[in-house]
């Protein structure tokens, strides 16, 4: 096992080293991280920068790692670790066959921006259920239910099963997500009525609004989940399937 250090402002007195070290076993992102790292990468040592709790688990962690590829020299190793998460497509079709996509605003801190354009997207638990996640955001976000046969995943049918996720921002976070679609037949009317709608957890500091646009509107929102998965979609649609 690659040597692993913690840097003084990381412990404090509610965490040890040894209580860190198994909350750190416990946290499927830094695991996979170790598990997946390519054998011609020389790792030396690890260190674990912050650390950031979400109740009495990890949710977040930076590390820095030093490692020297094949002929001795360093490579960037600075890696903000947050795992997958999931985003779902949720496409509503009038009886006119017009498309419409379900948009969130919410605060979004890291953009500046307070009500932030994007399709309904969550990180996952440890558990790793995306199917169940993309379930529970819909949900969650948008206040529709979606059942299990309702979904497509884009991202198994376009990149193949044993794809790990599409990477984020592969020069500075482990963060892949999987990307679904959801089709439903509604009533002109009935879509109407979701524009402006509240949802979200308040309870997890959610403040959701729903927006409802033509699926060509929703291609100019400039977040790349929400790009990538009208894309992915268009691809699908494009391959003669139909839903």
């Known amino acids: ?43 030396q040592i690890i260190s674990i920068q912050s650390i950031t709790m979400f109740g009495s688990r990890i949710g977040f962690m930076e590390i820095t790692a030093v490692i020297w590829d094949e002929e001795g020299d360093t490579i960037p190793g600075v890696v903000f670790l947050r795992g997958g998460s999931v985003a779902i497509l949720i496409v509503l079709r009038d009886e006119t066959g017009k498309e419409y996509v379900v948009i969130t605003r919410q605060p979004r801190a890291p953009t500046g921006d307070y009500e932030f354009r994007e399709i309904p997207a969550g990180t996952l638990d440890g558990a790793g259920n995306v199917v169940g996640k993309a379930i529970e955001e819909a949900k969650e976000e948008t ?21 790990p996720g599409i990477y984020a921002s592969p020069g500075g976070t482990d963060e892949v997500f999987w990307i679904f679609a959801c089709v439903k037949k ?58």
């Open 1 to 43: 096992m690659v040597p692993v250090i913690f840097p003084g402002s990381v412990l404090d007195e509610n965490f040890n080293e040894e209580k860190t070290w198994e909350k750190i076993t416990d946290f499927k992102p830094f695991m996979d991280y170790c598990a997946r790292m390519d054998e011609r990468f020389n790792v």
């Open 143 to 163: 206040g529709l239910t979606i059942d299990c046969n309702e979904l497509i995943d884009l991202t198994a049918l376009i990149y193949g099963e044993n794809c």
């Open 186 to 243: 509604m009533a002109g009317e009935d879509i109407g009525l979701l524009n402006n709608r509240l949802a979200g957890l308040r309870e997890k500091g959610e403040k959701i609004r729903i927006e409802v646009l033509p699926i060509k509107e929703a291609g100019l929102i400039p977040d790349a989940k929400t790009a990538l998965a009208l894309t992915m979609y268009k691809i699908f649609k494009d391959q003669g399937a139909t839903c």
